[in-house]
Every structure is written in C-alpha cells, then in structure tokens.
C-alpha cells in the first residue's frame, strides 16, 4: 500500500470506510425495522405430487418491507443480522409470526399442515433458543408438532452442543428439518449423530438433474437413503415440468420449487391454496 503512495491508500480506506458506514447503516435500520413492524412473513408452498397435489407445508421466509429500498429478500440482510446479533430477534420474530400464523389458519379450518421455520446457527447456539421456542409456542397456541425447524450443516459446527440441544427440542415436540442436504462436507454423518425427521435435497442438485446422470444418482441415493433411516425426503428448486418428471419417476413425492408456485404472502398462499375456489 505505502509503495503505491498516498492516494491509493487514501481511495482503499475510503472504500473500507464506506463499507463499514454501509454496514452502521444497515444495522440502525435493522433496529428501527424491527421495532417499526417492517419485516414479514412470506409462505411457499410444499406440495405432494402423488396425492391430488396437495398441500402438505409451507416454509416461512422472511421479507423486509423497507420504507426506501421497497421489498427486500434475505439475502440483503441476513448475513447483517448474524453478523451484528439482531438475527436472534428477528428469528423469533419470523417463528411468532409463523406459528401464530399457521394456527390462525387452523382455527380457521385451512388444512392441518405444519410451518417450517429457518434457523441461523447463531440462534441455534444462543443459550435460550429451547426456551423461546416454547414460549413462542405456548404464547400462540401451535402444537408443537405443527412447528419444523430447518436447520443446516453449518448450524451444527459445535456437534456435542448441537445434539443436546436437537435432542431437546425434539423432547419438546417440534421437528426438525436439515436443509440444503448434500451440499456440505458431512452429511451422511449428521444423519446418524442427530434426530433429523427430513431431509430437504438441495437445488444445485435439482438443476441439473435433467441433463446430469450424476445428479440423478445422488437424488436417487439420497431417496433411497432417507427411506431406510425413516426419514421424510422433500425437494427444493423444482422449477420445471421437466425435473419434476423425473423426480416423480425417481420416487420423490413432495415438491418444494417455483414450479408450482414462489413464496407467497399470506393472503395470496389462503386464496391459492388454503382455501382455493372450487373450479
Ligand atoms: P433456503 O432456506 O434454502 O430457502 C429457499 C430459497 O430458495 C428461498 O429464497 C426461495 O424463495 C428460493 N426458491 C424456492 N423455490 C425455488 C426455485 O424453484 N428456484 C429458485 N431459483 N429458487 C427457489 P429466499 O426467500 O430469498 O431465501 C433465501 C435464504 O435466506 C433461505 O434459503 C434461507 O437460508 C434464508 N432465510 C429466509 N428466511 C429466513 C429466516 O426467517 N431466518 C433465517 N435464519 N434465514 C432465512
Ligand atoms: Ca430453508
Ligand atoms: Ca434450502
Ligand atoms: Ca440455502
């Protein structure tokens, strides 16, 4: 940096500046959003293809209505959230909001699906997650089993603290999804260290499943992998007629993708697939 002179050092520390400012903002607005209601819930659909294509569970996932920069997906404040710490009040702000949702919707004689709920690693690892979640639940009257938390490899770094604390939300009840399965180091091994009920096989592989044998393989290994240990298997990213065939074909029967439809807001996932209008 000295070699190159002041200016370049001036213009890198400008940037590095603007960055760190970019990111004070972020976290002030992450703190103003979530006190000011901004964030909310939207619900993509999970279908069963060999039954009638029903409905069979949502996945909540969090939007952020903010005032300037419109709609928001997570991806532009996640990875602000963990890194600042806010992600743990707005974790159990998108779990209150889905389990109190989802019992709404019960109450209201919608089907009796469950609502899978993201976690980060960092709420994982808070002392009290155990604790929240089942206040969360008593608070909004959602039976426990109605409550699915997806959880992925990364979540669970620290394995002996990762286990107690799977073993003990699976005493409470709710179950427990790993997402993105097949893309990390050690996936098989999860499957065996923690009570995992479902697995979600994971886009990248769904992508190319059409042109890649390779791909049609793991899928296939995964099935039937998952039907040994007795565990539920659903597929993310199914966004063609295409792929779909050929995971029906492969035997997987619960489809999660833009095919049948993108996340939804609430009254848009009631008119469509709660309480669809008789055709
Ligand atoms: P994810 O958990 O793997 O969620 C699935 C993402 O894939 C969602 O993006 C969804 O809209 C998208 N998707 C679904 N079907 C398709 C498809 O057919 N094709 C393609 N290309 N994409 C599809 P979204 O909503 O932008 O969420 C991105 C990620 O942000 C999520 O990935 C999850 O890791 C994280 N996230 C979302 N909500 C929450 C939350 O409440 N808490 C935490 N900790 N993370 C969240
Ligand atoms: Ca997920
Ligand atoms: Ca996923
Ligand atoms: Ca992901």
Request: aromatic share 8%; charged share 25%; hydrophobic share 40%.
């Amino acid at each position: 940096v000295k070699k190159n002179g002041r200016n370049d050092y001036q213009f890198f520390s400008d940037d590095l500046n603007g960055q760190i400012m970019e990111q004070l903002e972020l976290e002030s607005d992450l703190r103003k959003g979530l006190a000011r209601g901004e964030f909310t819930v939207h619900y993509q659909p999970q279908i069963r293809t060999a039954d009638n294509e029903r409905i069979i569970g949502v996945e909540a996932l969090v939007r952020w209505n903010h005032p300037v920069k419109g709609l928001l997906g997570p991806g532009l404040f996640i990875p602000a959230a963990e890194v600042t710490g806010r992600i743990v009040e707005l974790g159990n702000f998108v779990l209150r909001e889905a389990c109190r949702q989802m019992r709404q919707w019960h109450d209201a004689g919608g089907p009796r699906i469950p609502v899978a709920v993201n976690l980060s690693s960092q709420q994982f690892l808070q002392y009290n997650l155990l604790e929240d979640i089942r206040d969360i639940l008593r608070e909004t009257g959602l039976a426990p089993e109605y409550l699915e938390l997806e959880i992925t490899e990364s979540t669970m770094m620290d394995a002996s603290r990762a286990s107690a604390i799977l073993n003990d939300l699976v005493k409470s009840g709710v179950r427990i999804s790993l997402d993105d399965f097949g893309t990390g180091y050690s996936s098989l091994g999860y499957l065996k260290l923690y009570p995992i009920h479902k697995v979600k096989i994971d886009r990248s592989f769904i992508s190319g499943i059409s042109g890649s044998s390779h791909d049609r393989a793991i899928v296939a290994t995964i099935l039937t992998m998952a039907e040994h240990l007795g565990m539920q298997v659903i597929a993310e990213g199914i966004e063609t007629k295409e792929q779909l065939d050929i995971l029906v074909e492969s035997g997987c029967r619960d489809i999660q993708g833009y095919y049948y439809s993108k996340p939804l807001a609430a009254e848009e996932l009631e008119r469509k697939y709660l309480w669809p209008a008789e055709a």
